[in-house]
């Protein structure tokens, strides 16, 4: 197993005719992600690579049935996009689009609750979700990782390749890598993604990848704590960014005394996590407590 | 973006809420002439971006004409913790009676609005929340509903406001909502919001919060914030789409995505450098992008030293390698650069910068290596290992 995609997903793409929209596309094709179709309205009936390519979520579904949406549409359009996707009965929504106004995501967060609780939403502002081997929904370069039992949930693209990048070369794999994305309004919180990695057969242990700003690395310790037998290896990043300023991502701010690394990394410690102080720290660490490193693979292909 | 206290009040101006008539203005002789046109007595206030003004003698009361001037005069120019006084805010003083706090802002815990409220302002509302949290009434909104109100007022009536100015509170409190959700606010927050002795309720501070991302709905807000106290090479970062933080270290640092670079200036610090900068190159940079990016660096006369921690994922390794050579035959810079190039087509990115033999460049083949290594030369200490 593994979580939110694998070689089932029926993927479909809103942004598809547009340059980094059909460059992801093609690619995530070739890794193997069945990519049913795309939409960007106006140009229902082109197609992209042999991808159809519909005016709305709603023909899109009616014509090729996707349960996956990937956004990439420029910031103003995204909200509208989402809730679309949704509207029209798609169940995973991943949004790579960064830049959409705090408060649009605060109304695409409080709609989905209230009117389409069964559907999903990772990101905005993320790289999207890789199951290594099955399916890669974003913009993950994949050949950093191999298939296995390690699920990695992060807020930083980045950031993750290299932990992720660290993890492989000792020879160990993912299940499922998650990037719930840099803004103040994900769509999904760690604690979502913890959920799912603690549910799945597949995944033996979870490295967090957090950073400052908000509380979600607090709330991801009390749900550890109350809810998680796996083990989780977190790594907190930004303990020299100073207050009141926006390090790259719109989130990742600490404002006045809250939303520091070293509150976040002390929540966690506190709650028996581990926190790894360098990101080949944290990696060993997992390696460590995976029972050392795995024999004969000493670089991930 | 954060606004000027003239700014935000002119924004709740905007949007029906109470404010004292004011002037901004930049010169002493525009001080004097503004406050004649409010009317004595009035209160001078540097604008400057940082809390503490007034215990910082940032704000004065002056009677006449003389006062003002020497008020003004010794106001503009002042520093602030950092923050030069370009512009003074003169506005007609207020007779106090209640000194009230309201703030509207994100939570993002809760991803609703969150709004505030307290009959103890005037003071730290972090120090009211910590010292006495039953003063600081926190009620959220529903972000599709909007406040009504019945729910201001309900707000006001448990602060424990007055009973004769209930109304008064809750017409605050619904503008300020409107400010908050109309321009795309992170944060709205009046400390003071202040009663007078005639029961007038009346925003005497304004802190005000701005989306950057949703600027685009509000062109007439794009040239609001401290233009005047912005950092120069953050400036010119902004122009040219680079994310640019400056901070008070030695070692200028780049890095491809947010996590990493942020990642980057902790694992320097930890092997005892003191990062310069943070900048995030972004994803997918090309040469040209790079090349840009190391004149940034450059700008600023206090790096002794350059680390360049590249993941490739979107961005090729290639790329970075190529936009390094021409910077360099350009710039010629004079301080060393530590490289770290991983990720996609890492080999060739390592193998151009090999061939390229550029003067004072290392190799590093780990971020924790690469840390150790630049830390070393911004001491001025030699390394091993040229690239």
Known sequence: ?301 | MDLLEYQGKQLFARHGLRVSSGRAVAGVEDAVAAAAEVGYPVVIKAQVLIGGRGKAGGVKLAEDEAQTREHAGNILGMDIRGHTVHTLWIEHASDIASEYYASVLLDRSAKKPLVMFSVEGGVDIEEVAERSPEKLVRRHVDPLGGLTREQAVQIARDGGADADVLEGVADALTALYEVWLQEDATLAEINPLIVTPQREVRALDAKVSLDGNALYRHPENQSLSDTANEDPIERRAKEQGVQYVKLDGDIGILGNGAGLVMSTLDVVAQAGGRPANFLDAGGGSNAEKIEQAVELLLANDAVKAVLFNIFGGITRCDEVAQGLIAAFQRIKPAVPFVVRLDGTNDREGRRLLQEAALPNVHAASTMNEAAEMVVALAAGEPVGARA
């Open chain 1, 1 to 301: 197993m593994s979580v939110l995609v694998d070689e089932h997903t029926r993927l479909a793409v809103a942004g598809i005719t547009g340059r980094e929209g059909s460059f992801h596309t093609l690619n995530n094709r070739a890794y193997g992600t069945s990519v049913v179709g795309g939409v960007t309205p106006g140009k229902g009936g082109q197609n992209v690579e042999g991808i159809p390519v519909f005016d709305s979520w709603q023909q899109a579904m009616e014509q090729c049935s996707p349960d996956t949406a990937m956004i990439f549409v420029p910031p103003r359009f995204a909200a509208d996009s989402i809730l679309e996707a949704a509207a029209a009965g798609v169940q995973l929504i991943v949004a790579i689009t960064e830049g959409i106004p705090a408060h649009d995501e605060l109304r695409v967060y409080n709609v989905l609750a209230r009117e389409h609780p069964g559907a999903r939403l990772v990101g905005p502002n993320c790289p999207g979700i890789l199951s290594p081997g099955k399916a890669n929904v974003g913009i993950i370069p994949a050949s950093f990782f191999r298939a296995g039992n390690v699920g990695v949930v992060s807020r930083s693209g980045t950031l993750t390749y290299q932990i992720g990048n660290e993890i492989a070369q000792a020879g160990f794999g993912c299940s499922t890598i998650v990037g719930i994305g840099g803004d103040p309004v994900p769509g999904s919180s760690f604690v979502d993604v913890l959920e799912l990695f603690e549910a799945d057969e597949q995944t033996d242990l979870v490295v967090l990848s957090g950073e400052i700003g908000g509380s979600a690395e607090e709330e991801a310790a009390d749900y550890i704590a109350a809810h998680m037998s796996k083990p989780v290896v977190a790594y907190i990043a930004g303990f020299t960014a100073p207050a009141g300023k926006q390090m790259g991502h719109a989130g990742a701010i600490v404002s006045g005394s809250s939303g520091t690394a070293a509150a976040k990394a002390l929540a966690l410690e506190a709650k028996g996590v581990r926190v790894g102080r360098t990101p080949t720290e944290t990696a060993a660490i997992a390696v460590e407590v995976l029972g050392g490193a795995a024999v004969g693979a000493a670089h991930a292909d």
